[in-house]
């Protein structure tokens, strides 16, 4: 049985809480400029939610790859719209500084604990959307105990496409079969690589992973 040398885990969702931290963040922008009557935790999905189709035109080559950062920019405006705010009217500062808060998201109450000790073990690597920045500024601020930080700009795309998975391990020097990806990775793995013959292994049921 080949020996399992990395652990790589999606972020969002898994190890930090985006949800109460944007919609945190959202809720204090909105009450700065006077929209109290739109809900934070509503306007946190509606940005969330513009993820997929976002990039998704990336991985299929309809656009040029740019950093996650760019796209919750340009989704961070599309979802003002959303909620009837005109982003041309609001305090570019503002903007930017909300669009930051994905660097800042705080991690699970458990996160911290569990991946130091997989990391007694293990080479522990987060496999994310976010670029590297990002996954650095989140990490210092949280003190997230990676072993390196390979974000979706190393790549030059955004999983689930094979390039993500492939490159990360070659980057590592590891066989896909060294390498165990959290439940969400592999999922998404699984729908859409079919040409690897020596799959990454799926991170146990007692894994610290949560789905959003």
Do not use: C
Request: glycine content about 8%.
């Amino acid at each position: 049985m080949t020996a399992t040398r990395v652990l790589f885990f999606d972020v969002l969702g898994t190890v930090v809480d985006w949800r109460s931290g944007i919609a945190s963040e959202a809720g204090a922008f909105l009450a700065r400029v006077g929209a109290e009557q739109v809900d934070p935790g509503e306007f946190a999905d509606a940005w969330a939610s513009r993820y997929d189709a976002s990039t998704e035109a990336v991985r299929t080559g309809h656009r040029p790859f740019v950093s996650l950062d760019v796209i919750n920019r340009e989704n961070l405006d599309a979802t003002l719209v959303q909620f009837g705010l005109a982003p041309s009217e609001l305090p570019t500062a503002e903007l930017e500084e909300l669009n930051l808060a994905w660097h800042r998201l705080e991690p699970w109450p458990d996160s911290l604990k569990g991946l130091a000790r997989l990391k007694e073990r293990f080479i522990i690597v987060p496999l994310s959307g976010a670029n590297t920045r990002l996954l650095l500024d989140m990490a210092k601020r949280a003190g997230l105990p990676w072993d390196t930080v390979l974000g979706s700009d190393v790549f030059g795309t955004y999983k689930p496409a094979p390039q993500a998975y492939l490159r990360a391990v070659e980057i590592l020097g590891v066989r896909p079969s060294e390498a165990v990806l959290s439940p969400r990775i592999m999922t998404t793995w699984l729908r859409r690589e079919g040409a690897v013959s020596e799959p990454p292994l799926l991170l146990g049921q007692k894994s610290m992973a949560r789905r959003r």
